[in-house]
T-cell receptor, first 115, second 114 residues
């Protein structure tokens, strides 16, 4: 079945450090891939998405490239800020054989950025 | 546009009481999702609706949980009777056309059952 695996947290970085959060997936059909972010006390917000292989999603300095050959969608940012501290969720959704699938979330990775 | 609206934002109740959580999806969205988030189990999909019809309720934990969507602009999640292990943050989300499109989440209802 469809699944998402993302790196365990917490990830603790200093301000302006480079960020990578790994995400790999297993899916049938043609998945779309997403990164959501959850700030403390809030609901999840879509950060970026990619709908086909080799697409790059980007938003707010974050990027992720849909790699079908490695079934990965790693999240990166060149210089993190304290305000990026949040929980990040990788997710996939797949349309296969005309049947809709649920949005499958990873377990989330807590990012803590220190000044 | 207003986002997904949930009420109440916080609910504290005693074990055995009935709890009703409410959600207003984004206007025009035809999918609605209910999730539960806890530290132990993470984010769990409970049920989702398409055009007000329940499509998949396999995530509903027990018969104590029920969800309805009487019209396109309103849904409820009810727990009767509530138990301490139901304490969690419950999120409602909506999306357009297909569930493979991005979902928009509400701010959540934090439920505490004592």
């Amino acid at each position: 079945g469809n699944s998402v695996t993302q790196m365990e947290g917490p990830v603790t970085l200093s301000e302006e450090a480079f960020l990578t959060i790994n995400c790999t997936y297993t899916a049938t059909g043609y998945p779309s891939l997403f990164w959501y972010v959850q700030y403390p006390g809030e609901g999840l917000q879509l950060l970026l998405k990619a709908t086909k292989a080799d697409d790059k999603g980007s938003n707010k300095g974050f990027e992720a490239t849909y790699r079908k050959e490695t079934t990965s969608f790693h999240l990166e940012k060149g210089s993190v800020q304290v305000s990026d501290s949040a929980v990040y969720f990788c997710a996939l959704s797949s349309w296969y054989g005309g049947a809709t699938n649920k949005l499958i979330f990873g377990t989330g990775t807590l990012l803590a950025v220190q000044p | 546009d207003a986002g997904v609206i949930q009420s109440p934002r916080h609910e504290v109740t005693e074990m055995g009481q009935e709890v009703t959580l409410r959600c207003k999806p984004i206007s025009g969205h035809d999918y609605l999702f209910w999730y539960r988030q806890t530290m132990m189990r993470g984010l769990e999909l409970l049920i989702y609706f398409n055009n007000n019809v329940p499509i998949d309720d396999s995530g509903m934990p027990e018969d104590r949980f029920s969800a309805k969507m009487p019209n396109a602009s309103f849904s409820t999640l009810k727990i009767q009777p509530s138990e301490p292990r139901d304490s969690a943050v419950y999120f409602c989300a909506s999306s357009l056309t297909r569930p493979s499109y991005e979902q928009y989440f509400g701010p959540g209802t934090r439920l505490t059952v004592t």
